[in-house]
């Protein structure tokens, strides 16, 4: 059975008028007057070739508006269109690696609820292998030098987006080797990066260890147990100290966070009805957590997340596929058939074989994105079936989901075109109708950048973000982009 | 007029020329009325609106060098929030670790990363914090002394190997290595009896819960640190003195609070901090008493309040000369990258200050629009300069370490530090000779183009030491790092304010008033085809509402306009030759009025100006101290100064003599606003 919040609900015999009901947080969660507002954004590392995201359609209407992209796999070098090219109804699902919108296997069609962007560019980002946090944050961001926040952190941050959840946001990914924290993509701040966890496990304990039977009940017990000590060494410390009000007031926002951090806990625990109708497998249940294959891994950190939308323990997600400079290389043991002879490669050289022309090599890249966004589809589908408690429509349409890059269109990326797919998000005032909207290239005045995506996102959640970034004087124009919101 | 009434005119007349106008950052939730945790540090609100002591460059620089008889010296009792490389090198793990990803970054607001004002822990640090503080705990959570973090303080170290066993530790072994933790790998002084006994308690606890899996002691013992590393005391380092308060409310830092203070300003880590094993084939880090372990051993012995010993423990261990450079065992995770380094080396502390001051590492997060603009050469080097930045391929220093190690030549050397670096020729450049006809040639041939070093360089010191004809570098303010660093993404942009602005605000100790929120400061894009000279002069400098701020900038910026925003030498500018010439009008040492020839000329003129000196020991008491310099602070700066040309321009005795001074050693409880 698909669980939905409101079976979960009725489960427990309250009605969607019953929520009054609940207890406060639930009432938050369930009650909330304003409109539902969900962010997630899919970042894959080391980037999107744009051919990936182009129909059959699109490439028809380029041609009929001056643009012959021919053979060439980064289009925009050919884009020699004035104004933004708009194909309704674009047949998105004949794109190389979009096949998962379909509803070939008998699943919800999402080829109406989703859009593709082309030719929108991030120079002030730098390309190359990764550009960090830039990615995300419109900046120049080198490794573990956040120059600003990024933009997940910004909408986590709005009140209109949080509503009460417990976590402003969950940031969940796979890199190569052990790697449990991945620093590269998100930040709160100048030099302040959001880990992402790329451990399933870890992520589990975390959202769902409450409510688990294994190893992550003890995890969880065990922050506990971390923050009730540090809670009684600062009431300690307080109480003997000899300073003056302002440096008495830093120890005293310290004892806060910690206690807001136990609060969240509690909130946690006061949610373990509704948590365990959500939670997916267990790392001892499953062999998704521990598998060598980074897509397994990633769709149990997908499961996860889905979970916690569900659950109402967030409201934005990052789910980061291999994303940074260090950790693009991945070695897909499930694509192995893919691989000229059957030999792995390292995905560096991987990468460097399809930039130069490899074909096999090319195909394997169009593989691996069309993997990532099947997974990034399953999550819309359980969205879609999942109705919303206090608005009306799924949980889909109060949803929207980015799928993007961390550098743009390349392995040695310019940073001139970041392909771009949307789901979702209908409600929220995004024209996720099938269509692909292709902009000039960069250099054109009327070219747009990812900035002004992030604009529209903001828009979405309530904002009115018309800058963002550090482009500054390199800044085409403010504020959303017409074609796809409004 | 006494000296305060005086500074405070001088603030007035600031005032009067300053639209206090916020730049609004539209990216910044606050301003929507949402809570903002992009700034994850601060402690909120009070302090401001509180009203502000005059410090830093709202003085009048004589008055700061004028010592009064009556003047007593001292610093408001505080607390100091560890920094991020801090917490990393106390728990003794390497540079870009995941242990180095902790979030303990200064607030971005504060001048110097020393800066201890409104820095907290707030939700999302502690986020972070909670997920990463285990990933400090290598070194005590395991006992294998020939694997790479080990700590020399724990494994050498017998009397704790009863919690590294397979048995259940009795209390008395836990007791011991509970003090022992808190003490050599947590707060760096004997731990209070209450401290003891809380992580003692915990630790009992832990154990008795222990499971029987395989890694179940290193579980426990990661637990331990971790909840050792959550404590208000290993966060939060105390300087509110110690003992009776004398007769001027004063009360003297204890020994390990002044042993740590000075500690942390020299070398960016606790009295002790551990000792680590990077990897084979190098050496500790340090043995096991730790790093600077004569602080250490001064704070227990008491010796430290002498001030022979603070004088002779500085000198130790400032910097020096080590082909090896084992300071940097813990940077680096490939050797080859140590070796290739200069073989100066500056304690962390006094390296961070000139990064700081100097704010040569920035060029990192600056996108750059055709590096070689205007320059020799062309986009043949792109790729060089983009490797000069990340040192991706091959494994020779990064432009900031280069200017590092120029700098710590200057440092080492101790002579006329501050004249030798604004004019040193001598700049260590990477070497090219051994990439051609590599792989890599094209990110590696050309990267000592940007000092116009076009010969190969032989991976060798002594070739990469390479001094610059005069006519192209003099010092710091000439370094490719720093030119780049100052500058935007275009070499036509206003880069002649953004340099100008620095040294004005930097050398010469001015404020300049922010930009008015009404004037929206850019160049007209119609103009993009013109050099920054003719465009500034032409769009700015015939403005009568423009002259009054930028008059105090643009004239010490139009000199760097031989060089383009990325470091280059310029050869020729939009169809005409290079120009830097300038003249400077009203400066605040009127020795320095006159014109311009160009950066180099500045620079040497800037070396010769005792006014300026002064600034530059001004911001030394700044990074240092950790706070701005008020008026009170004027014997503390006048005794530096003395001590700077009584020993022929040494940084060393410097600091020997702001360490020594009233107000690195003093604390009240508050100081009246």
């Known amino acids: ?486 | 007029m006494s000296r305060v009434l005086l500074s405070f005119v001088f603030c007035f007349a600031l005032m009067a020329c300053t639209d206090d106008g916020d730049q609004a950052n539209q990216t910044d939730p606050e301003n929507l009325g949402e809570p903002n945790t992009g700034e994850p540090n601060q402690v909120p609100g009070e302090n401001d609106s509180e009203p502000q002591e005059p410090s830093g460059n709202e003085l009048d620089q004589g008055l700061l060098f004028m010592c009064m008889d009556d003047e007593v010296a001292f610093t408001e009792g505080r607390i100091r929030r560890i920094g991020r490389s801090e917490w990393t090198r106390n728990v003794g793990r390497y540079a870009g670790s995941a242990a180095d990803q902790n979030p303990f970054d200064g607030l971005p607001t504060h001048p110097y990363s020393t800066y201890a004002e409104n820095e907290s822990v707030n939700e999302s640090v502690l986020d972070i914090y909670l997920d990463s503080v285990a990933s400090g705990s290598y070194g005590w959570a395991t006992r294998d002394r020939y694997r790479a973090g080990a700590l020399a303080s724990n494994v050498h170290e017998d009397s704790i190997a009863c919690m590294y066993g397979e048995s259940r530790p009795d209390e008395e072994c836990v007791e011991h290595y509970t003090a022992y933790l808190l003490e050599r790998g947590v707060l760096f002084r004997p731990p209070t009896d209450e401290e003891h006994q809380a992580l003692r308690e915990f630790a009992e606890n832990v154990l008795d819960s222990e499971g029987t899996e395989e890694d179940a002691r290193r579980h426990s013992l990661e637990r331990i640190f971790s909840a050792a590393w959550m404590t208000s005391g290993a966060l939060f380092r105390e300087e509110l003195g110690e003992g009776p308060v004398d007769d001027y409310g004063r009360r003297r830092l204890g020994d390990w609070e002044l042993a740590n203070a000075i500690a942390y300003a020299l070398d960016g880590r606790a009295a002790g901090a551990p000792g680590v094993y990077a990897r084979w084939g190098l050496e500790w880090s340090a043995d096991y008493d730790g790093h600077m372990p004569g602080l250490r051993e001064a704070a227990m012995d008491g010796t430290i309040s002498n001030p022979e010993t603070i004088a002779t423990l500085v000198r130790e261990y400032f910097g020096g000369v080590d082909e090896d450079r084992v300071d940097l065992n813990l940077d680096f995770r490939d050797e080859r990258r140590i070796s290739r380094r200069g073989e100066f080396w500056l304690a962390n502390g006094v390296r961070e200050f000139f990064r700081e001051w100097l704010g040569y590492d920035a060029h990192i997060n600056i996108f750059k629009d055709t590096p070689s603009a205007t320059s020799a050469f062309g986009s043949e080097v792109h790729s060089d300069y983009g490797n000069l930045i990340s040192g991706y391929y091959g494994h020779e220093s990064r432009l900031v370490e280069q200017m590092d190690d120029m700098i710590a030549r200057v440092v080492v050397e101790d002579i006329d530090v501050y004249e030798n670096l604004l004019t040193t020729r001598t700049f260590y450049v990477p070497a090219t000779a051994e990439f051609e006809g590599s792989s890599i040639h094209n990110s590696t041939l050309r990267t000592s183009y940007i000092y116009n070093v076009t010969d190969p360089v032989a991976s060798t010191r002594e070739d990469r030491w390479r001094v610059l004809p005069e006519s192209e570098r003099a010092g710091v303010l000439t370094h490719p790092a720093f030119l780049a660093s100052h500058a935007g993404a275009f070499e036509n942009d206003p880069n002649i304010v953004d340099r100008g602005k620095w040294v004005r605000e930097n050398l010469l100790c001015d404020p300049v008033p922010d930009l008015p929120i009404t004037v929206e400061a850019a160049f007209d894009p119609e103009t993009r085809d013109q050099s920054a000279r003719q465009r500034m002069s032409e769009q700015v400098d015939t403005r009568a509402e423009c002259a009054g701020c930028h008059g105090m900038m643009n004239p010490l910026g139009y000199p760097f306009e031989i060089y383009n925003h990325a470091g280059f030498l310029r050869e020729e500018d939009h169809g005409s030759p290079p120009d830097g010439s300038a003249y400077l009008r009203s400066m605040p040492d009127p020795e320095l009025d006159g014109p311009i020839e160009d950066a180099i000329d500045l620079s040497e003129r800037l070396a010769e100006s005792a006014y300026a000196r002064r600034c530059f020991l001004r911001q030394v008491f700044r990074y240092f101290m950790g706070r701005d310099e008020v008026l009170r602070d004027a014997c503390t700066l006048e005794a530096m100064e003395q001590a700077y040309v009584d020993s022929g321009g040494s940084l060393v005795e410097v600091l020997i003599a702001l360490f020594q001074s009233d107000s690195f050693q003093f604390r009240v409880d508050e100081v009246a606003r």
């Open chain 1, 1 to 486: 059975m698909t669980w939905t919040r409101r079976t979960f609900l009725k489960t427990l015999g309250f009605g969607a008028a019953g929520a009054a009901l609940l207890n406060p947080f639930y009432r938050q969660l369930f009650a909330a007057e304003s409109t539902p507002r969900r962010f997630v954004i899919f970042v894959e590392g080391n980037g999107i070739e744009p051919r990936n995201f182009l129909s059959g359609a699109t490439t028809n209407a380029l041609l009929d508006a001056g643009t012959d992209v021919g053979d060439i796999r980064h289009l925009y070098r050919n884009y020699s269109h004035d104004h933004p090219v708009v194909t309704p109804d674009s047949g998105l699902a004949d794109a190389l690696s979009l096949a998962s919108l379909d509803s070939a296997s008998g699943e919800i069609s999402l080829q109406d609820q989703s859009a593709v962007l082309l030719g929108l560019s991030s120079k002030i980002s730098g390309g190359g292998h990764s550009t960090e946090t830039g990615a995300l944050s419109s900046s120049r961001s080198p490794a573990g030098s956040p120059t600003d926040l990024t933009i997940d952190h910004y909408l986590a941050s709005l009140s209109s987006v949080r509503q009460g959840a417990p976590f402003s946001a969950v940031r969940l990914g796979v890199v190569g080797g052990n790697t449990r924290l991945n620093y590269s993509t998100c930040a709160f701040g100048p030099n302040q990066p959001a880990p992402i966890t790329c451990d399933p496990t870890t992520a589990f304990n975390s959202l769902f260890g409450s409510v688990a039977s294994g190893a992550g009940e003890s995890t969880f017990r065990e922050r506990q147990e971390l923050l009730d000590f540090a809670v009684d060494d600062l009431e300690r410390a307080l109480q003997g100290f000899s300073g003056n009000s302002r440096e008495r007031q830093k120890l005293e926002r310290y004892l806060e966070s910690l206690e807001n951090m136990v609060h969240r806990q509690e909130i946690i625990q006061d949610m373990e009805d509704l948590l365990r109708g959500v939670k997916p497998q267990e790392p001892e249940e499953s062999e998704l957590y521990r598998s060598e294959s980074p897509l397994d891994r990633l769709q149990a950190q997908v499961d996860m997340a889905t979970s916690a939308l569900i659950g109402g323990l967030t409201n934005v997600v990052v789910i980061a596929l291999g994303t940074g400079a260090r950790h693009f290389s991945l070695e897909y043991p499930s694509l192995i058939d893919l691989y000229p002879d059957g030999d792995m490669l390292g995905g560096h050289d991987a990468r460097h074989a399809a930039e130069s022309g490899n074909q096999a090599f090319v195909h394997l890249l169009t593989a691996i994105t069309d993997r990532h966004v099947a997974l990034m589809a399953s999550m819309a589908r359980e969205l879609e079936a999942t109705p919303e408690v206090t608005a009306n429509g799924t949980m889909l349409d109060h949803t929207v989901m980015l799928y993007m890059s961390d550098n743009g269109e390349k392995h040695h990326s310019l940073a001139e075109e970041w392909p771009m797919l949307l789901m979702g998000g209908s409600a929220l005032g995004f024209k996720t109708d099938g269509r692909t909207v292709v902009y000039p290239r960069y250099g054109h005045d009327h070219n747009r950048q990812v900035s002004n995506l992030f604009n529209t996102l903001g828009h979405a959640a309530g904002a009115d973000l018309n800058d963002f970034g550090h482009e500054g004087i390199t800044r085409i124009t403010e504020g959303p982009l017409s074609e796809i919101w409004g």
